[in-house]
């Protein structure tokens, strides 16, 4: 049912815990599986310096918490934006139909931590919607 990449991060998740003092936090969840996933952002000079994150959910959103916080660290915010649900789902060799939504959560909680990081910053991110 899950790809070998999906319970690698899974029972090795990259980046877990949290910054204090970051640049940008977004928190997101989902009402019908009450999955939590919160994302800190360390941002210095447009670039994404650390990413930590916690998840309070499944095991499919453990894993995509994780291979997206790989998926940005390092990158430009532009970079980051670019990064979606389906370029998770493709970096961990794809995800079971029903937990596709998983992987939402994570581009979701990635661009709410941006949005927190330009609010706090007062800066206009190019194609960034406010959260939900
Ligand atoms: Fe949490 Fe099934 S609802 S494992
Ligand atoms: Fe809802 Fe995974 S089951 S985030």
Known sequence: MYTEKVMDHFMNPRNMGEIENASGTGTVGNAKCGDIM????????NIIKDVKFKTF???AAVAT???????????????????????????????????????????????AALWDYAQKHNIEIEGLEPPK
């Open 38 to 45: 919160r994302i800190f952002l360390d941002v210095e000079d």
């Open 57 to 59: 959910g499944c095991g």
């Open 65 to 111: 918490s994780s291979m997206a916080t790989e998926l940005v660290k390092g990158k430009s915010i532009e970079e980051a934006l670019q990064v979606t649900n389906r370029s998770v789902m493709e970096a961990l060799d794809g995800l079971p139909k029903a937990k596709v939504h998983c992987s939402l959560l994570a581009e979701e909680a990635i661009h």
